[in-house]
């Protein structure tokens, strides 16, 4: 399969969110629901997406938005999925089942987010302490430890 | 069975190559399980970068990956251009090129010196540290720095090479295959390096691609796989070169792909110095302060421990909203205990050293 | 170091004892001096200066300080590189475990004030300070291994003042340099200060 015939496929699957391809890096984009997020990703893996790249969030103030990254090294291709969770309720299920790889990744972004994966086999902290209160990464995190850097610019 | 006890390994043991602390189960002398405890060198750099300006940023991006600077560099500085549409002259391009692969050189010395050095030939680790110190003096005379370099910059490089610098990096090129050569018959032709590094933690190719694996531990699986090939950046498809590939990916391989590829490297730095033409080193007309455009943009490199990759989120404003780094080190970490199940505990410290994390980058 | 320590208390007491004790001192003070085992704490990138500094270029052998892993060999720490509230509880229990005297080095800024990483962050202890006693600071991001050399022969120097009797200092005639003094042979300098 070439990046052509997987786009089509891909548009014909969400027809509701049809994904972005920029042509000159060979990237794609696609943006699901969070309820199908698991659902996309192993159809992303049954075609041939077998490397997760990287698994991160962003908090963009209202909401979490969770990027993967999956790859396929028999497409040359990379491609982005992004789904939104709320604040609130920050769940979403993890893939952990189709890739391992996403094992330590979905651990960290527990620890630096506070976003529960379910399913997930082993979801503790892996680069703070046990005992560290709050979500480092959050825009709202309050640490007294923290020295604001004066603004220079 | 016996009972089990469990061991507790650093975080800060001469062994660990970092601080990393280990839980080992141990049946005997076997391991039944080894669960890698990291995090003790997070210093909170993606949350740092949320309050500097672009430019800032670099001297941050130094300290994740401290055995190749240059890397964690570039790669950040490709994801601005990406974000920021800067076009990169072509002379900078090959610059990048030629500093990226010493320093993997730099970088895979250190590598192999404490494969060496874990398997108990200290000696090893002297050969490959003075190659090192070649490496690091020619950065010192490009950029004054010895270890944190912050040398690329978006838009190009921070200056051009000095007179006489291409010359000394010739001679570099010549003299260091050689030593190559007589590492691979003094380290890996010893009986003893390759009993104890033979067949010992091995990781099969699904493994490597299904846990994200990349670089040389991937490579050393016989996963053909490389950036610099495969999803070609840079001046990269100028040049001829091979990637070397291992066999059933046990430490031996690990370490023998890093090896070659330091060969390899040579002839893609020699190509670069013939090819480079003279130019301006750094973008024309970027402004003091760069205030990309809302939106996000990854870009990905290889680095000497695999794909480092870097995500950046802007908001309009003069700073990261987000910068996420893709680690490799971390990636190849995690499949720590897979392979450290069923050998020896003197095995676990010779595959966390095939391994060749480096905690700052781990850790982040 | 058990015998000496008495031995030292009980000279104290003695009548004329402090001659003998001065001597003794010395003695102790020299050897201590030139065999300075170092327990390399390297944590972070100042990790990499302080092995090239081991290593076949600037060999530190010929100082007397060999890197030790066991901190129960090691007379001083030497702290490389950044200390995380993580990493933080084993430091000072791997500097519990060294036997007395000991020294501590800060290498790098890092270990002296958190450097780079003061600002904006979390989880960085702001310089071992906070809870170790450090004797030599070292400047630098990373420092050259000529800096940590030029640590190693100063802490020699602060060692020559140590007595074996506990809170006992021994003179001696020559003024140790600190930041803002001229140092040994400098003498252009001290003449400028005098004046
Ligand atoms: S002082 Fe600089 S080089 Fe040393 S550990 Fe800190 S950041 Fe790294």
Redesign the pocket.
Known sequence: MNIDELREHLCSTYPDLCPLFSVEYGDGMLMVDSSRLHEAASDLRDLGFDRLGMVTAVDTGDEFELVYRVQSREMHAGIFVKTRVARDVASIASVNDLWPAANWQEREVFDMFGIVFEGHPDLRRILLTDDWVGYPLRKDYEDERIIRRPDYI | MTEQTIVNIGPSHPSTHGVCRVIVTLDGETVVHAEPVIGHLHRGIEKMAENRTYLQVVPLTD?LD?VGSMYANWAYCRSVERLAGIRVPERAEYIRVIVCELQRIASHMMGIGSTGADTGATSAFMYTFAQRDHVVELFEALCGAR??YNYVRPGGVSMDLPDGWVEQCRAFTAQHPPVMMEIDRLLFGNVIARARLKGVGVLTPEDAVGWGTSGPVARGSGVDWDLRRDDPYSVYPRFDFQIPLGEIGDCYDRARVRLWECVESCKIINQALDQIEPGSVHAEGLPRLLAPRPGDAYDHIESARGSLGVYLVSDGSPRPYRMKVRSPAFCNLAVLPLLAEGHTLSDLIVIIGSLDPVFGEVDR | MAFVDDLGAALDKTPGGGIILTSLDAVMDWSRGKSLWMMPMGT???AMELIAASFSRFDFDRHGSIPRPDPRHCDVMVV???ITRKMAPAVKRLYEQMPDPKWVIAM????VSG???YYDTYSVIRGVDEFLPVDVYIS???PRPEALQDAILRLREQVATDSIVPGRDRQLNTILPTPGSPRKGDSAAADGDDS
Not at chain 3, 108 to 111: D, F, P, Q, R
């Open positions: 300290r401290y270890l944190t | 972070a990138c100042c490389a590189g950044t790098g800024n890092c270990a450097g780079i990483f630098g991001c990373p």
